[in-house]
T-cell receptor, first 116, second 111 residues
Framework: DTGVSQNPRHKITKRGQNVTFRCDPISEHNRLYWYRQTLGQGPEFLTY????????KSRLLSDRFSAERPKGSFSTLEIQRTEQGDSAMYLC??????????????FGPGTRLTVL | QKEVEQNSGPLSVPEGAIASLNCTYSDRGSQSFFWYRQYSGKSPELIMFIYSNGDKEDGRFTAQLNKASQYVSLLIRDSQPSDSATYLC???????????FGTGTRLTVIP
């Protein structure tokens, strides 16, 4: 399977705990994005990387959130001191930098986070 | 004002009919427009993109873009029950790199 993969698919945690999610983009895609989606809403942008550089962060990305893409391949999103309001589907997407498809973002299956 | 607005629906059409989904956007400089399909509990799946004014057809799907009216639509011909899903309109505004999504329109195709 050459699509975007995300792990874990589901995560249940207690308030105050830290969680980390992983995303593996499509192999030839240089850009990687994180979005968050809550019930009844469209996905909302959190941050994006071009190769290993984090080029943009949304104001939604509070200090408790951090994302990395150390070698320009997979990325991790960590949430520290989780709150119930963090419960959502966390989506990763990737796109190529250039070419006819450079704007087209392809999503992974998502990680559903439930904070108790 | 939200960047992207969609009628939340729900929209119900009989099998074989044409489903019409509409979307407006606020940034006049936007250049890239996308339609994603999302089944319940799943992630969004890209089904159409359009960059130029006019129509773009792909199988049973037609995307229509009118930049003067800041309007983009998706037509689904010969609707099938398997088309029942939420359809998300997304836009990349001028100068941005990320997608801005509408809240989605829930489509139900009745057999």
């Amino acid at each position: 399977d050459t699509g975007v993969s995300q792990n874990p698919r589901h995560k249940i945690t207690k308030r105050g705990q830290n969680v980390t999610f992983r995303c593996d983009p499509i192999s030839e895609h240089n850009r990687l994005y994180w979005y968050r989606q809550t019930l009844g809403q469209g996905p909302e942008f959190l941050t994006y990387f071009q190769n290993e550089a984090q080029l943009e962060k949304s104001r939604l990305l509070s200090d408790r959130f951090s994302a990395e893409r150390p070698k320009g391949s997979f990325s991790t999103l960590e949430i520290q001191r989780t709150e119930q309001g963090d419960s959502a589907m966390y989506l990763c997407a990737s796109s190529p930098v250039r070419g006819l498809s450079y704007n087209e973002q392809f999503f992974g299956p998502g990680t559903r986070l439930t904070v108790l | 004002q939200k960047e992207v607005e969609q009628n939340s629906g729900p929209l119900s059409v009989p099998e074989g009919a044409i489903a019409s989904l509409n979307c407006t956007y606020s940034d006049r400089g936007s250049q890239s427009f996308f339609w994603y399909r999302q089944y319940s509990g799943k992630s969004p799946e890209l089904i159409m993109f359009i960059y130029s004014n006019g129509d773009k057809e792909d199988g049973r799907f037609t995307a229509q873009l009118n930049k003067a009216s800041q309007y983009v639509s998706l037509l689904i011909r010969d609707s099938q029950p398997s088309d029942s899903a939420t359809y998300l309109c997304a836009v990349i505004p001028f100068g941005a790199n990320n997608l801005f999504f509408g809240t989605g329109t829930r489509l139900t195709v009745i057999p």
